[in-house]
């Protein structure tokens, strides 16, 4: 019967298309606005904010995925999620790294980039109840 399927299209890519362009603009950003002896760079806290980044950026597209019904079995789910954000990470640091001025690639900001993205799973399974996988469409 037409229109009882799911019908979210490409809505649904809103939010991580939103996300991502976030942290690429916060990528771009010139390393000369950020001074290495301020207490941001002493405490590491920019690792804070990549995990929440990132778990902000996974939520999004674990939620697109899931009203597209991608995925359907958790593990499949969480091990894609996990790899698009180890690789989106990795090539948002070697870009960081190779094009902006005063920034280089850190390594440890992919593995904040990463444990944000599985933080995201989490948030799915405290919002939704469930772990990834299918919710409804609407």
């Known amino acids: 019967m037409p229109g009882t399927g799911p019908t979210i299209g490409l809505r649904a890519w809103w939010p991580p298309l939103g996300t991502t362009c976030v942290l690429l603009g916060l990528h771009a950003l010139p390393g000369s606005d950020l001074q290495s002896d301020h207490w941001w760079a002493v405490w590491h806290v920019d690792k804070a904010a990549h995990m929440l ?44 790294g190779a094009w902006m001025q005063g920034r280089s690639a850190d390594p440890w900001d992919v593995l904040a980039d990463l444990l944000g993205t599985g933080g995201s799973l989490w948030m799915f399974r405290g919002i939704f109840g469930q772990w990834p996988g299918r919710i409804a469409t609407n």
């Open 53 to 96: 980044a990132f778990a902000l950026w996974g939520l999004s597209v674990a939620i697109a995925w899931a009203k597209q019904r991608k995925f359907q079995r958790p593990h499949a789910f969480a091990i894609r999620l996990l790899l698009c954000g180890l690789i989106f990470g990795m090539v948002l640091e070697v870009m960081q």
